[in-house]
């Protein structure tokens, strides 16, 4: 890293390739391991799992390692060329849409972490995927959902978060998050900002952002359509990131049963 700012691109942002979003993702949450046990409590010994929007594998290769048999799936390509670049046994990722679930056999368990219902883009679509995910299941199996929450009260203004990650070649990667809820008060507009600041001599710096929309409903319009779809509720938490460390800011955490 350079000890001034000679070297620094004037703040631009360009596009960032599905590739790469695919790379620093993997980077930013390889090492991260909070929530695997989370959901291991609620597992019992060699569960059949599905995890949706499995994206590197990170949740799920980690579920495998503590005994059981875990299915993830992605709709990103890139997402899922990481994955096998680290493969392990008891957890198989395959291209698939959360929509459309298509399997020849039922899950006992699946799981959908890490915000990703949020990023479907209207009720309609959480509502098809919810019964795509009651077809997948057995009787009296669960579904485990990490759903985001906004910000009590919703705020108007922009709030930002930062982290710096070391580069495998040296230097680092840094990472800004700007959050805006929309006026409709249903939508957060998140952007990702990474900085790539590889070691000197090694390459170019460069600027990138995602930028990407979020449904971040209250916890009560959640609960009236897990109950209106017709599941029976057998854990809903509302936290704070202090009793879930692995939950970006409010989170609502809930285990939901097919019957």
């Not at 399997?103 to 699946?110: A, H, M, P």
């Not at 409903?217 to 692995?246: K, M, N, Y």
């Amino acid at each position: 890293m350079q000890d001034d700012y000679r070297d620094e691109p004037r703040e631009r942002f360009a596009p960032l390739t599905a590739t790469d979003y695919a790379r620093f993702y993997d980077l930013e949450m390889a090492d991260y391991d909070e929530d695997a046990a989370f959901y291991h409590n609620f597992l019992a010994g060699n569960e059949a799992v599905l995890e949706v929007g499995c994206g590197c594998g990170r949740l799920g290769w980690r579920l495998a390692a503590m005994g059981h048999q875990v299915i993830g799936i992605d709709n990103s390509l890139p997402m899922l060329r990481q994955t096998s670049n680290q493969a392990r046994p008891g957890f198989t990722a395959i291209a698939m849409d959360m929509r459309r679930l298509a399997f020849g056999k039922c899950f006992s368990v699946v799981i959908i972490a890490h915000n990703t219902l949020n990023l479907l883009d209207s009720e309609a679509e959480i509502r098809q995927t919810l019964a795509a995910c009651r077809v997948a299941l057995v009787a009296g199996g669960r579904l485990l959902l990490h759903l985001l929450l906004p910000e009590t009260p919703t705020p108007s203004e922009r709030h930002m978060q930062f982290r710096m990650m070391p580069l495998p070649q040296g230097g680092q990667l840094l990472k800004e998050i700007i959050r805006h809820y929309a006026s409709d008060g249903d939508t957060m507009l998140l952007t990702e900002r990474y900085k790539y600041r590889p070691s000197a001599g090694r390459a170019a710096f460069r600027n990138y952002q995602h930028r990407m929309t979020l449904l971040a409903w209250s916890p009560e319009r959640w609960r009236h359509l897990f109950a209106e779809t017709g599941w029976r509720i057998r854990f809903f938490s509302v936290d704070e990131p202090r009793r879930f460390p692995f939950a970006t800011g409010r989170a609502l955490l809930v285990v939901l049963e097919k019957h």
